[in-house]
C-alpha cells in the first residue's frame, strides 16, 4: 500500500512513522508512506494556502488550487485512489471502515487547518470523509494518524500473529475478552482457573461468554447491530440471567 498525507506541518509524522509498528510495516515493505507539505504546490506569490471567507464570518478557509495541485501530482488516474478528508463532519470512524480501506492500494489523507475547506474541494476532490470523533482538533494531523495506524496493522505481514488482527475489539462485532499472563496469581489476585486447564475447548468458549459478557456491559449498543448465533444468543441469555 502506498499513504500520501497532505499537511502543512509534515514535521508532526516524523516519529509516528519512525516507530513501533508503522516503521516495521514499512521496512517490510508492505506500506510506504510520503507526507508533502501542500504549500509547495501554491501558485500564490506568498504561497499562502488560505483566504478569507466570501460572505464574511470569522477564520480563514484554505483554498482549493493547492490542495487539487498536490493531489493530481501524487495520484495515477488509472487507479483511482481514496481521498480521504479528515473532518469532524465525517463519517464516523470504525473497525470495519479500516476493513475497507486496507484493501486499497493508495491512500491520500487530506489534513486542513484554520476554519475549514472551500466546499470545492469536498465535492470534486474527496472520496471520503472521515471523523475520528465528536470533538474538533486543530488540524486534521492526529486524526490521520490515528486512520494510517488502524489500516496498516491490518495488511498482510504486518502483524507478527495472524490472528492478532482477526481477535481485536470490533473485529468480530464484539469487545475483545479478559487477557492474562504471568504470574498465575499476583497480591492475591488469580487468574481464571479455565486458562491454567490446557483445556481448548474450554478457554474458547469462556473467552466468547466474556467477551459477550464485556459487549453487553459496556456497548450493548454493538448487540443490536450484530446477529448472534445460536450459541453466542444462549451464552448471552446466560450471562443476562446471571445479572439478574
Given amino acids: ?19 513501533s ?6 521496512e517490510s515493505g508492505a506500506v510506504s508512506y510520503q507526507v508533502t507539505n501542500f504549500r509547495e504546490y501554491s501558485t500564490n506569490k506568498h504561497k499562502n494556502v488560505d483566504d478569507y471567507p466570501y460572505g464574511g464570518g470569522a477564520g480563514m478557509v484554505l483554498t482549493p488550487q493547492p490542495v487539487f495541485d498536490a493531489v493530481s501530482s501524487l495520484a495515477d488516474p488509472s487507479k483511482k485512489p481514496r481521498v480521504i478528508l479528515m473532518c469532524p463532519q465525517g463519517e464516523r470512524f470504525t473497525q470495519s471502515k479500516a476493513e475497507e480501506l486496507a484493501a ?6 487530506v489534513c486542513g487547518h484554520y476554519e475549514g475547506y472551500d466546499e470545492r474541494i469536498r465535492e470534486h476532490l474527496i472520496t471520503d470523509e472521515i471523523s475520528i470523533g465528536d470533538f474538533v482538533l486543530t488540524g486534521g494531523e ?14 498482510p505481514g504486518v502483524l507478527g500473529n495472524k490472528s492478532s488482527a482477526p481477535m481485536d475489539s470490533f473485529s468480530s462485532g464484539l469487545l475483545e475478552h479478559p487477557h492474562y499472563t504471568r504470574p498465575s496469581s499476583y497480591e492475591g489476585h488469580a487468574v481464571p482457573d479455565v486458562l491454567l486447564s490446557g483445556n481448548h475447548a474450554a478457554i474458547e468458549k469462556w473467552r466468547l461468554k466474556e467477551s ?33
Fill in 104 to 109: 486499497e492500494d493508495h491512500l491520500i489523507f
Fill in 212 to 244: 459477550l459478557r464485556r459487549t453487553w456491559t459496556r456497548r450493548p449498543d454493538l448487540l443490536e447491530s450484530k446477529e448472534l448465533s445460536k450459541e453466542e444468543q444462549k451464552i448471552l441469555n446466560e450471562i443476562k440471567e446471571e445479572s439478574d
Fill in 21 to 26: 509498528i508503522l516503521k516495521r510495516a514499512q
Fill in 142 to 155: 492526529l486524526a490521520s494518524m490515528v486512520v494510517i495506524d488502524s489500516v496498516t496493522r491490518l495488511l
Fill in 1 to 19: 500500500m502506498k499513504i500520501d498525507v497532505l499537511s502543512l506541518f509534515p514535521e508532526m509524522f516524523t516519529g509516528v512513522f519512525n516507530h
